[in-house]
């Protein structure tokens, strides 16, 4: 059996599974055997057990280890737990967890790997509506927001960026996934521009996916006030126990562009 996935009419992406293990609403989670499980959300692989290093220890980590102390984070749209598995390796650090999918908090059940963060005494799980959740926080409430899911819901609600700059402390930073250069450039872009209109230094920054097509997919941070390359906490970085993929070297190479792709992204990026 295969799982098929495109992004364009000229590319596609297939992987071989051995089993469909669960299935609700949209949410599937499928045995690969090579890959491991695989998390899958209206027919798009979120992450397998084999790459979800990859995605998850270069967003938490790379946002904690440009702080120069952050005490409260809210994870939008973390509902799987695995960005918040990141995040508890850092001591001290609250977590919130906001979730619009309830499948997929079930589907992580079935995925069998982080689901059980959410019995940790550090992290706060809430499943509704996460735009009208973010509209009713508190101001300057988080040192660092990280969308797991960001997508045309928050890009089509032009309060969003403006409520995540208002709910942030004075030098708080946000990070969110901002499509892929190689076959969504235009989308690449508009994450950009929506962090272009609220924060100081705005820039791209990549991780490796072995099941969504392509393989290199990328972030976007905003930032008020710290740098991810120049504020890097190289001690937070490099001493933090528990990674197996981030390190401060892979911190500061994800953020580098090709001269070709930093002409086309240069009005979009603040550094």
Not at 88 to 105: A, G, P, Q, S, T
Not at 123 to 144: A, F, H, P, R
Request: proline content about 1%; glycine content about 6%.
């Amino acid at each position: 059996m295969w799982l098929t996935q495109g992004v364009v009419d000229i590319v596609k992406c297939e992987l071989k599974i051995k089993e469909k293990v669960f299935e609700q609403d949209g949410v599937e989670v499928f045995d690969s055997g090579y890959f491991g499980k695989i998390l899958v959300q209206d027919d798009t692989a979120l992450y397998c057990e084999h790459d979800s290093s990859m995605r998850h220890e270069v967003a938490a980590h790379t946002a904690m280890c440009t702080h120069a102390d952050p005490k409260r984070v809210l994870v939008v749209d973390g509902g799987d737990g695995a960005v918040a598995a990141e995040l508890l390796k850092h001591k001290d650090v609250m977590i919130d967890v906001i979730e619009r999918d309830k499948d997929i908090v079930d589907g992580a059940k079935a995925f069998g790997r982080y689901h059980d963060v959410f019995e940790e005494t550090r992290v706060t799980l809430l499943v509704g509506d996460t735009v009208e959740m973010l509209s009713s926080m508190n101001d300057e409430t988080y040192d660092i927001v990280i969308f797991n899911r960001f997508d045309e819901i928050y890009l089509d609600d032009a309060a969003v960026m403006a409520g995540v700059n208002r709910i942030l402390t004075q030098k708080g930073l946000v990070v969110m996934d901002a499509s892929s250069q190689l076959f969504d450039m235009a989308g690449h872009k508009e994450v950009l521009a929506a962090l272009d209109a609220q924060f100081k230094i705005v820039m791209p920054f990549r991780y490796t996916s072995m099941v969504r097509t392509g393989g290199e997919q990328w972030f976007a941070m905003g930032s008020k006030f710290y740098h991810p390359t120049a504020d890097l906490n190289l001690q937070r970085a490099d001493l933090t126990d528990g990674y197996t993929w981030y390190n401060s070297d892979l911190h500061v190479a994800q953020f580098a562009l090709p001269t070709a792709t930093f002409k086309l992204l240069k009005e979009y990026i603040k550094r």
